[in-house]
């Protein structure tokens, strides 16, 4: 097969709408198994989380990577340029929030708040993230969640897509109670030469 061949093929392969989604129940199975494994490797809840968060970076490198292929070939050529249109912090949250969040969970993020006007922090907010639909959250006798956060994972997605645009930042999950509901906050923040 020539080269040029293979590049149609594999371009076909970027550009194709595909109406496939993961099996959930097989997601939820192999994301409980690593769970336990990840609560049975490590002693604390923070390296808990660390481990559960290291593996989101590593699956959210290859998700951005095809993700951006995936926009690149879906824009006609003529329109392509070779300058890095994402320049801003804000500007990366904005794509994440409406066309990376939906690419990878089907549904765009269900907010982005900027938390403070003098520095560069935001919050991502998914009300219930993939991750969190087989987890019962334990609560003390205060009623506050205790236990490692399994959206370490998700968190851990978003900072790769973050360091792959070349912004540089802290990633950090908080649940908060909301009306009854428990809100997924990825706490984002970027360093301050990212302005």
């Known amino acids: 097969m020539p080269e040029s061949a293979n590049l149609q093929a594999f371009q076909k392969l970027l550009t194709t709408k595909s109406d496939s989604q993961i ?6 199975q192999l994301f409980c198994e690593y769970l336990l494994y990840c609560r049975k490797k490590q002693q604390t809840i923070e390296d808990t989380e660390k481990m559960i968060s290291d593996v989101g970076y590593d699956v959210g490198l290859r998700m951005w990577e095809l993700f951006q292929l995936k926009e690149r070939f879906s824009i006609p050529d003529k329109q392509v340029t070779t300058k890095n249109d994402l320049q801003t912090a804000k500007s990366v949250l904005d794509k994440i929030k409406d066309k990376y969040w939906k690419f990878l969970f089907g549904k765009p ?4 708040d900027k938390i403070k006007a003098a520095d560069l922090q935001f919050y991502l907010i ?13 609560v003390n006798k205060q009623n506050q969640y ?5 959206s370490s994972f998700v968190a851990g997605i978003l900072k790769s897509a973050l360091d792959s645009s070349g912004i540089d930042c802290t990633v ?15 706490h984002i923040k970027c360093d301050e030469a990212q302005k």
Do not use: C, R
């Open 109 to 112: 993020a269900d907010a982005l």
């Open 23 to 28: 099996n959930m129940n097989l997601f939820g």
């Open 172 to 186: 950090q999950v908080h649940l908060y109670d909301q009306q009854g509901e428990m809100w997924t906050y990825f």
């Open 146 to 150: 205790q236990g490692y956060l399994p």
């Open 126 to 138: 998914d009300k219930k993230p993939v991750t969190d639909t087989f987890i019962s959250y334990p």
